[in-house]
């Protein structure tokens, strides 16, 4: 499985942006999706995932109530809404997939996943 991720770029606080997160590869091989970010001297941290077949999620509560993730099964893409951007979501934003069963309570553990994607940047400033 190939994961790309792309929609960074530079937003002024207050802005939004919308990453997507597709797959290419194995069909349906993806039980869990997630988003993690890692900012520049800071280790990598977990964003959201969303469980594929049901639609459960998990989110940072660093980003509760202004991130939202989602799925379209027909693109098997994942996408990671984000609205009122805080200079401190500045990083760069991984999107992972796992392809076993997990349940929601372990999704935001980065070593469950076995696939990651490339990286896109997001920039938040004015």
């Known amino acids: 499985v190939q994961l790309q991720a792309f929609g960074g770029g530079l937003v002024q606080p207050g802005g939004i942006l919308r990453l997507s997160c597709a797959a290419f590869?194995?069909?349906?091989?993806?039980?869990?999706r997630g988003w993690f970010r890692q900012a520049p001297g800071k280790e990598r941290e977990f964003v959201a995932a969303?469980?594929?077949?049901?639609?459960?999620?998990k989110y940072a509560d660093s980003v509760k109530g202004r991130f939202t993730i989602s799925r379209d099964n027909t693109k098997n893409t994942a996408f990671l809404q984000m609205n009122s951007l805080k200079p401190e979501d500045t990083a760069v934003y991984y999107c992972?997939?796992?392809?076993?069963?997990?349940?929601?309570?372990?999704?935001?553990?980065?070593?469950?996943?076995?696939?990651w994607g490339q990286g896109t940047l997001v920039t938040v400033s004015s």
């Open positions: 992972a997939s796992r392809g076993a069963a997990l349940i929601v309570g372990s999704m935001g553990r980065a070593a469950l996943y076995d696939h």
């Open positions: 969303i469980r594929w077949n049901d639609g459960h999620t």
């Open positions: 590869g194995r069909a349906n091989s993806s039980y869990i």
